[in-house]
């Protein structure tokens, strides 16, 4: 079965320092999802990418945080720099399109000391 | 605020028994998923609801939509350790499933 495929799985980063992490979408799928978890509570929308576009990142501190998807596959989401507030799980998901359910990935485990 | 208020928060029974968690909102959805996430992965979905009304069975648990669309609830018969996790619900607004808002969850144990 396709999967989404995330890393790193666990990541820890002194604050003040860059962290980046990488989202490999199921192939063909053109919706691409980057949400935060924070522990206890349900996932929130930080980007949404449809190819290679942006068309929502209403919610992405875009102060410290960048995403990109340049050719429209793979994505990349940047943090410069990390705040002990963004310990985290950071989740990638893809759908076929807007009209599609969402399949995520394993996600990442961000711990900020 | 919660688009999605989820009840309970925590819910902890013993195997066999019964249990119903219920998502709530003041807005009109299109349709609403349901995941299953265990600690340390990624949400699972485990099925869509589209129309008001709509009931979908898969094994033991039973998903209901709403009649307004705008709440659903998850019963699951006869509770099993292996249902353990964080059940989310999540909706999404206008004519496509398009961006999901997500509930803040419900953490279920099963003891044996």
């Known amino acids: 079965e396709a999967e989404v495929a995330q890393s790193p799985r666990y990541k820890i980063t002194e604050k003040s320092q860059a962290v980046a992490f990488w989202c490999d979408p199921i192939?063909?799928?053109?919706?691409l999802y980057w949400y935060r978890q924070i522990l206890g509570q349900g996932p929130e929308l930080l980007v949404q990418?449809?190819?290679?576009?942006?068309?929502?990142d209403s919610q992405l501190p875009k102060d410290r945080f960048s995403a990109e998807r340049l050719k429209g596959v793979d994505s990349t989401l940047k943090i410069q720099p990390a705040e002990l507030g963004d310990s985290a799980m950071y989740l990638c998901?893809?759908?076929?399109?807007?009209?599609?359910?969402?399949?995520f990935g394993s996600g990442t485990r961000l711990t900020v000391v | 605020t919660q688009l999605l208020e989820q009840s309970p928060q925590f819910l902890s029974i013993q195997e066999g028994e019964n249990l119903t968690v219920y998502c709530n909102s003041s807005?009109?959805?299109?349709?609403l998923q349901w995941y299953r996430q265990e600690p340390g992965e990624g949400p699972v979905l485990l099925v869509t609801?589209?129309?008001?009304?709509e009931v979908k069975k898969l094994k033991r648990l039973t998903f209901q939509f709403g009649d307004a669309r705008k709440d659903s609830s998850l019963h699951i018969t006869a509770a099993q350790p292996g249902d353990t996790g964080l059940y989310l619900c999540?909706?999404?607004?206008?004519?496509?499933?398009?961006?999901?808002?997500f509930g803040q969850g419900t953490i279920l144990t099963v003891h044996p």
């Open positions: 998901a893809s759908s076929l399109a807007q009209n599609y359910g969402y399949t």
């Open positions: 192939s063909g799928h053109a919706t």
């Open positions: 990418f449809q190819d290679e576009s942006v068309v929502d």
């Open positions: 807005s009109v959805f299109s349709s």
């Open positions: 609801v589209v129309t008001g009304g």
């Open positions: 999540a909706g999404s607004r206008g004519t496509s499933y398009g961006k999901l808002t």
